[in-house]
């Protein structure tokens, strides 16, 4: 290899450890926390947003392991460390952690290999998904009761969808329905015409102007 070969190639070489405060510069960029740490835990940096989670200062965190500074988490971090260790891949963990307080977060973290001259660095980006978890289980709640409810009501309970474009569905179909029209909810579901056809030929105009007039009021769709 000649010199200048050689030279070019040492210049091209960037490291994390000498820049950085370019580094964190660009993981403050990130609205979530986020740091940068040797492959044992032991903390180089940290962004702005995980500082203010955890009420710290960067001179408070720099040095320190990441199992001290979140002892709650302290045994799940250095699992994560060693999988990442071992695999040398990027990988995502879901995991519900309980804090000090008695509360709970349910945290979507990213860790991820940066390779560097002086060895190799781990970057963590943590997601708060605690929201988005709570609004799946209420979902997943509201669904289980409607379901419970409408199991015993006599006639046909479902919900219907008329798109802009004319196209219609029905998305759910209550089990008093299921048995009245000897139907399951999967082939309603997977064909609509099939239940446009079970309705008496006297009953369909009335049940085509009601959801007519519906869509054209954006009120509740009800035929009785």
């Given at each position: ?192 015409s099939r239940v446009w056809r079970l309705i008496h030929p006297d009953d369909v105009p009335g049940m085509e102007a009601s959801v007519q007039e519906s869509a054209r009021t954006l009120k509740e769709w009800n035929y009785e």
């Amino acid at each position: 290899m000649g010199r200048k070969e050689k030279d070019e190639q040492q210049d091209t070489s960037f490291s994390i450890r000498q820049n950085l405060p370019l580094y964190l510069n660009f993981l403050n960029r990130l609205g979530d926390p986020a740091l940068l740490v040797e492959l044992d835990g032991t903390v180089l940096g940290m962004n702005q947003s995980g500082l203010s989670r955890l009420q710290l200062t960067q001179k408070e965190v720099q040095g320190r392991n990441l199992r001290e500074l979140v002892p709650y988490a302290a045994e799940l971090v250095a699992d994560r460390l060693k999988r990442v260790r071992d695999s040398g891949e990027r990988t995502i963990f879901d995991e519900i952690l309980h804090l000090p307080d008695d509360g709970n977060q349910y945290i979507s973290s990213v860790y991820e290999p940066i390779e560097d001259p002086a060895g190799p660095l781990i970057q963590i980006i943590s997601y708060n998904r605690t929201s988005e978890e709570e609004y799946r289980r209420k979902l997943e709640d509201f669904q289980t009761s409607y379901r419970r409810i409408t199991e015993n009501l006599p006639g046909a309970v479902l919900k219907y969808r008329l798109s802009a474009d004319g196209s219609d569905a029905i998305t759910f179909l209550a089990p008093g329905g299921a048995r009245l029209w000897e139907i399951s909810e999967e082939e309603a579901r997977a064909d609509v015409s099939r239940v446009w056809r079970l309705i008496h030929p006297d009953d369909v105009p009335g049940m085509e102007a009601s959801v007519q007039e519906s869509a054209r009021t954006l009120k509740e769709w009800n035929y009785e």
